[in-house]
T-cell receptor, first 118, second 111 residues
């Protein structure tokens, strides 16, 4: 099946720094990718939809200036957590759908990135 | 009311037991349905799609009841390796496609 790769898998940073997370579709083109955040023992929460060549669509309550999304190519989307604070510590996961299989097919997930802000 | 609701769990069952998870959805525009499995500190992975006719994959059986807006997952002969969180996932078609995740049901299978 399709593969989505996410990097880094784990990052620890100091408060106030920015962290970039990459999400790549390895064997298909993804015009749309999704970014989720998951806190311990909670479900995935959609943060934003990343659109290739245009602005991302953010969910209510998600600060677009805090979580910068860039989708510059059909296989790469990046999420930058700017001026990270301890409350941003979470598990960030990206996903994409291989649209050649239709709009309602399986979502493929990256391996996730665990961010710890000290 | 949440768009997708699942049994809160956790479910604690012995090896070999049969366990059933339920999921209800509220939006009639729901078009596609899936069960995903998520292991601790890992990404979700597709377990199986859910069809109105019902589908089975080994020890796993999924059912969809559109009239009742209800989805189920049955696991027979539980294994220790089945311990995970099971996520009910629904795709809405409301002009655009939107994926909604249930909160997940945690399963612990014990020897």
């Amino acid at each position: 099946g399709a593969v989505v790769s996410q990097h880094p898998s784990r990052v620890i940073c100091k408060s106030g720094t920015s962290v970039k997370i990459e999400c790549r579709s390895l064997d298909f083109q993804a015009t749309t990718m999704f970014w989720y955040r998951q806190f311990p023992k909670q479900s995935l929460m959609l943060m934003a939809t990343s659109n290739e060549g245009s602005k991302a669509t953010y969910e209510q309550g998600v600060e677009k200036d805090k979580f910068l999304i860039n989708h510059a190519s059909l296989t790469l989307s990046t999420l930058t957590v700017t001026s990270a604070h301890p409350e941003d510590s979470s598990f960030y996961i990206c996903s994409a759908r291989d649209l050649s299989q239709g709009n309602t097919g399986e979502l493929f997930f990256g391996e996730g990135s665990r961010l710890t802000v000290l | 009311r949440k768009e997708v609701e699942q049994d809160p769990g956790p479910f604690n069952v012995p090896e070999g037991a049969t366990v059933a998870f339920n999921c209800t959805y509220s939006n009639s525009a729901s078009q596609s349905f899936f069960w995903y499995r998520q292991d601790c500190r890992k990404e979700p992975k597709l377990l199986m799609s859910v069809y109105s006719s019902g589908n089975e994959d080994g020890r796993f059986t999924a059912q969809l009841n559109r009239a009742s807006q209800y989805i189920s997952l049955l696991i027979r002969d539980s294994k220790l390796s089945d311990s995970a969180t099971y996520l009910c996932v629904v795709i809405l078609n409301t002009g655009g496609f939107k994926t909604i995740f249930g909160a997940g049901t945690r399963l612990f299978v014990k020897a």
